[in-house]
């Protein structure tokens, strides 16, 4: 009797091994995978800043599958590549400098029409940081 209680305990932290080693196998896969999609353009100017704004509105900037935004807004500016890193919520944009400087514009903008989209239909409720923001881009605006 006392060996199956022995058998059984192992067999219990055998189990709870194997589940901890996949979570870190699937952890470091997907850390893996992120830093193989990071590749900007060697030679070109890059500026970077901070979105620190709600999760809603960066999923909705980025777009669906995570690059259609992203995409459009490379097609829009000319900028040679675009990179937001969700851990830090910081946004790089390589490429010529004017286009730089639009692609920043412009992601602003779409930022803008996402919150104002947002907050006038109430799908979600937004930080006090992302509506500071909105209502001083407002106020400029007029």
Known sequence: MEYQNYTHKLDLLDMEYKHKREKL????????SYDTLYNPPIGVNKIEFDLPFDDCVIR??????????LKE???????????FDPHEKNMEIW?????????????YKKI??????????????????????????????K
């Not at 909705?60 to 935004?69: N, R």
């Not at 829009?76 to 590549?81: A, D, I, M, Q």
């Not at 490429?95 to 992601?107: D, F, V």
Request: charge should be positive; proline fraction near 0%.
């Open 112 to 141: 803008f029409n996402i919150i104002n989209k947002i907050t006038s239909n109430y799908e979600y409720v937004v930080s006090d940081f992302t509506m500071k923001w909105f209502e001083k881009k407002l106020f400029w605006k």
């Open 60 to 69: 909705q900037l980025i777009g669906k599958e995570g690059y259609s935004g």
């Open 95 to 107: 490429g010529n400098s004017s286009c730089c400087y639009l692609a920043k514009q412009t992601i």
């Open 73 to 83: 807004i490379l097609q829009e500016t000319g900028v040679s590549y675009l990179w």
């Open 25 to 32: 196998d699937s952890q470091y896969k997907q850390q893996q």
